[in-house]
């Protein structure tokens, strides 16, 4: 049985509503919220700052440091408070990813902090995050050369979507679902960030690439507004 | 960072001396609150308050387990609360400090001395099976008072709470049923109040500023009996009180407490209704 | 930074965000920007300006960058043989020597003169890699005793100052105190009494949480007659 209707009926290429706000965080340097329908995340960027201790320090330019972390009750099976592996795993590529687009030469011995929360889930939550961290990060200051963007394409059994969901995730006909989450920079959309789970063609998984750079177009512009976009003034 | 400014501090406790605070607040008077339900559709009950800059968020999990040896028939309770680095750079990651401890514990022991929840029709089956309750709290931005901003969210947080669906037959939780039951609540509705001692004075929901200005605090939990009845306490900090002040303290709350659990207990009504009516 | 850019050209200033082409033909990259080709990009998240052929980002926010001759409000956080280790705001720590206070000191006893956790008004001598130096030696600058430290971006340190200093001196004369504006966004505020040094608090936070400035000194005028005639309450 082929997967030739979405659970929620929008199209094979869309993605969900996208919620996306800056500043929600006072005390932060630059934070943000984004969401891709029911899968929220949250960013807190901190820094520029002094890196302690000493020895974690980078004499040549400054370190981000990333850590990603679901809430307890972001699940219906709740998880246990503190650190995990699949966490300290998001938070070291999400890292590797935002690198790429973050200049941080004129910081030697630096570091700049990027807290990411995840109160909701519904998959794709480390794209969310990815995407919320790219907006605290310009919104805190930090010279970056491009934004990042990230978005979720799916294979159920042979049906490429984009933006993928929990139900989505858990498909079992056919093929079942493989899952490739992917980061660009935003305007040049050189690939910074890719994992795959699943089973998958190379020619399905080049056009996998192309969906989700095309989805990461229209996730760019929301991104891009919601920094412009400056509270009314009075 | 520079984070404590001591000129700053100086300048508060003398305006304090003549009981005024910087945001013309009164010195019982709590910032603005607003209080949102449903923040997150995994949670069994989940609330986000903000007290003003102050911002925290709660959720309520369920989950089956075995009942305490000492109470067979009733379920458990288990609080846990993060001072996360998202809401202030002052705190780290690793395992929790003094503060986030002290924080989780003095939530637990008001809602747990309270009697707040009816642990007994959390019973499942007499020493088998019960509902475990955990409220998680997570601070989101830190400008004072997380304490008792963290009390009113994981207050909110299990008044917006559904028991979910226990599948007998299955032995486990049905989560693609409809969770219809509210989590059993009793009329004793715990308020807590963390009471600073600033300079000579007493104050109420300070700012961020105005907590490292003071020398302490004395935290008490309430429960809106005639009159009202202190079910827990704890004094922090390395002050000293005398008597006479400590009596102070006890009247502020009372008198604070007349207008501000209607108010919050309102918050909380208006925000279930809310949050019902947008799942529809 | 100097404030001839505050002048009225707000219909020119368009809210930019990093990796955005801002610019093409024939420019020049100034501050915040990068030429590829025939565009020039955005580096940072910020006001976007043109000055002749330079295209460059005036930064919404962002960690204060020192330089030599910044005049800055520091404080001390460690006190060592020969002088005293301090915060400014900035990424890297600030050292103040012994050697460049105009006084004379005992050696043995430098708390006296300036002790942990106190403020104080410095000059910028030097910025190397590990650190920067500072200097007493100019006018106005050594201890600051009473009144209050408020923190602000420094970034909106040349708004807060006003072209030719006009905006501060209105802020002090409406409310009789003595104002010092560090570049590093560090503001010390004392008057005869607190209720005039939270009026200048507020005047200060009112003009730092803006974006654009048409008419701020009307506004920022307006506010204070406002606030006065309330006596301070919300």
Known sequence: ????????????????????????????????????????????????????????????????????????????????????KRGTEISKISEWALDSATML?????????????????????????????????????????????????????????????????????????????????????????????????????????????????????????TLKKIEKEN | M???????????????????????????EF???????????????????????????????????????????????MVSAELTPLSNSRYEYGPPKFDSIELGRLVDRGIRESGYIDFEKLCIEKGEKVWQVFVDVYSINDDGNLLDVAFIAALAALRHAKVPVYDKKEGKIDYDKPAKESMPLTENVPFN?????????????????????????????????KPIQICSMQKSGEYSLVEEKFGEILDFIEDAHKTLFPKVQKLIDEAIKKAESAKK | ????????????????????????????????????GENIIAERYGLAEKSGKVM????????????????????????????????????????????????YLDKNNLPEFLDIGEFFNAKISNVKAKGIDLTFEGKGLGKLEGGLIIKINPNKVPRVIGREGSMIRLIKDETNCKITVGQNG????????????????????????????????????EYLDEEKANGGKK
């Open chain 3, 56 to 103: 460059r980002v005036i930064p919404l926010s962002g960690v204060f960058i020192p330089r030599r001759g910044n005049v800055v409000i520091g404080q001390v956080s460690d006190i060592t043989f020969n002088g005293w280790l301090t915060d400014v705001n900035a990424a890297s720590s600030a050292f103040l020597p012994l050697t460049e206070v105009p006084r």
């Open chain 1, 105 to 225: 030469d004129d910081f030697p011995n630096n570091v700049v902090d990027v807290h990411i929360m995840i109160p909701q889930a519904d998959a794709s939550t480390r794209c969310a995050g990815i995407n919320a961290a790219s907006l605290a990060l310009a919104h805190a200051g930090v010279p970056m050369k491009d934004l990042i963007t990230s978005v979720s394409v799916g294979k159920m059994d042979k049906q490429l979507v984009v933006d993928v969901t929990k139900k989505e995730e858990d498909y079992e006909e056919g093929e079942g679902a493989t899952d490739v989450a992917m980061s660009f920079l935003s305007q040049s959309g050189k690939l910074v960030h890719v994992q795959l789970d699943g089973k998958i063609n190379t020619k399905e998984l080049k056009e996998a690439f192309k969906m989700g750079r095309e989805a990461s177009k229209k996730i760019y512009e929301i991104q891009k507004e």
């Open chain 2, 193 to 225: 109040f963390s009471v600073y001692t600033c300079g000579g004075g007493i104050i109420l929901d300070p700012t961020i500023d105005e907590e490292s200005a003071s020398e302490g605090r004395l935290v008490v939990a309430v429960i809106p009996k």
């Open chain 3, 1 to 36: 930074m100097n404030e001839e850019h505050f002048e009225n050209k707000e219909e020119r200033r368009e809210v930019v965000v990093p990796g955005e082409i801002i610019a093409s033909g024939d420019n020049l990259p100034g501050d915040g920007t990068r030429k590829e």
């Open chain 1, 1 to 84: 049985m082929a997967y030739t209707k979405r659970f929620d009926g929008r199209k094979f290429d869309e993605t969900r509503e996208i919620k996306a706000k800056v500043g929600v965080v006072p005390n932060a340097d630059g934070s943000a919220m984004f969401a891709f329908g029911d899968t929220v995340a949250i960013a807190a960027v901190y820094g520029p700052k002094q890196l302690h201790p000493q020895h974690m320090q980078n004499p040549r330019k400054g370190i981000l440091r990333v850590n990603y972390q679901m809430m307890s009750f972001s699940v219906s099976d709740r998880i246990r408070p503190g650190p995990s």
């Open chain 2, 2 to 28: 520079i984070e404590n400014l001591n000129l700053t501090a100086d300048r508060i406790r003398e305006y304090l001396e003549k009981g005024k605070r910087f945001d013309s607040r009164k010195v019982g």
């Open chain 2, 31 to 77: 910032r603005d609150i607003s209080i949102e339900c449903g923040i997150s559709n995994k949670a069994e009950g989940s609330a986000k308050v903000k007290v003003g800059k102050t911002e925290v968020w709660a959720g309520v999990k369920m989950a089956l387990a075995e009942p305490y040896a000492d109470s067979p028939d009733k379920g458990n309770l």
């Open chain 3, 186 to 221: 560090i503001v010390w505020i004392r008057g005869d009494n607190v209720e005039e040094e939270i009026l200048a608090k507020k005047a200060i936070m009112f003009i730092s949480d803006r974006t654009f400035i048409s008419g701020l000194t009307e506004k920022v005028k």
